[in-house]
């Protein structure tokens, strides 16, 4: 048995021109989307955000600040939210400690005295 054919309009064939304009601009869309994400990454990766701590040591036994760097450093894992009220207790632990105050200077920066 014969297949029985559909009679259909035969559809206009699109310009070379029109196609690869849309070609064109589904890549540069591509392209852009690309671009974004990869900066995204690139910020991520940097040290752009990293968590900067400046200590103001009063007093007559100045040591080191790195010291207190090392006391702080697991609490620095997530360089986005930075608890103040843990840096303040972690360094107040320590006897020769009198008083410690935290202040946030920027979402990064932090000033402890």
């Known amino acids: 048995m014969a297949k029985e ?3 259909r ?5 699109q310009p070379l021109k029109s196609v ?5 601009n589904k890549l540069t869309y ?7 994400v990869f900066a995204i990454y690139l910020i991520d990766r940097s040290k752009l955000l990293e968590p900067h701590i400046s200590w103001e ?3 007559e036994l100045t040591t ?9 450093k697991p609490l620095l894992k997530n360089k ?16 020769w400690v009198l008083n410690v105050e935290t202040q946030r200077i920027f979402w990064n920066r932090i000033k402890v005295s």
């Open 64 to 72: 080191q600040a790195y010291k207190y760097d090392d006391l702080i």
């Open 5 to 7: 054919r559909i009679n």
């Open 20 to 24: 690869l304009r849309k070609v064109f």
């Open 9 to 13: 309009p035969k559809q206009q064939k």
């Open 57 to 59: 040591i009063d007093g």
């Open 30 to 36: 591509f392209l852009l989307a690309l671009s974004i």
């Open 80 to 95: 986005y939210l930075l608890n103040l009220n843990q840096i303040k207790s972690k360094v107040s632990e320590n006897p």
